[in-house]
């Protein structure tokens, strides 16, 4: 099915463990998203790819790192998680940055960090 | 920055009833687009409906409509006959310099 691929679902980290979410999409799209999502919260963005081979910080960058691996593949990182860092993960993506299009998202990744 | 805000934590509606959640948002550009999403319980973010800010008509999907009012900054959706498929929590969000800002969230309930 066509779509927006996220791995793992769940996961749970001790603190100072590092792991990669990893996104997958098979739409062609230009750009992709990652998002987190606190509860009572609205999505706020980690990190953002308008193309492949380039990336940008979003709103909540600090303790996360990416790689826009190619043009379907974009994955976070958390190099040594930290108990605020417990959210789900959410990954998008677009055509293009332009805004007449919406995302589409991946199904998300559960992470608690003890 | 651009913020949006949506003032409706939680909403309820009797099934087959209408519902409108609500949106303001705030921005200094003139081209943008609004969007509102649905999560249901199982997490899937989906695409509802979509408006631009030019079309002075105000978009619509099937039982899905927006009431667009760009002075006001206002961006409200209706749903019409209520389903029990609709409960979720909608997120209304603002998209113009190539990425989205979302708001907090509307939880729906709706009761049989």
């Known amino acids: 099915n066509a779509g927006v691929t996220q791995t793992p679902k769940f996961q749970v980290l001790k603190t100072g463990q590092s792991m990669t979410l990893q996104c997958a999409q098979d739409m062609n799209h230009n750009s992709m998203y990652w998002y987190r999502q606190d509860p009572g919260m609205g999505l706020r963005l980690i990190y953002y790819s308008a193309s492949e081979g380039t990336t940008d910080k979003g709103e909540v960058p600090n303790g996360y790192n990416v790689s826009r691996l190619n043009k379907r593949e974009f994955s976070l990182r958390l190099e040594s998680a930290a108990p605020s860092q417990t959210s789900v993960y959410f990954c998008a993506s677009s055509l293009t940055t332009g805004p007449d299009y919406g995302y589409t998202f991946g199904s998300g990744t559960r992470l608690t960090v003890v | 920055a651009q913020t949006v805000t949506q003032s409706q934590p939680e909403m309820s509606v009797q099934e087959a009833e209408t519902v409108t959640l609500s949106c303001t948002y705030d921005t200094s550009e003139s081209d943008y687009y609004l969007f509102w999403y649905k999560q249901p319980p199982s997490r899937q973010m989906i695409l509802v409906i979509r408006q631009e800010a030019y079309k002075q008509q105000n978009a619509t999907e099937n039982r899905f409509s927006v009431n667009f009012q760009k002075a006001a900054k206002s961006f409200s959706l209706k749903i019409s006959d209520s389903q029990l498929g609709d409960a979720a929590m909608y997120f209304c969000?603002?998209?113009?310099?190539?990425?989205?800002?979302f708001g907090d969230g509307t939880t729906l309930t709706v009761k049989p």
């Open positions: 969000a603002y998209r113009s310099d190539g990425k989205s800002t």
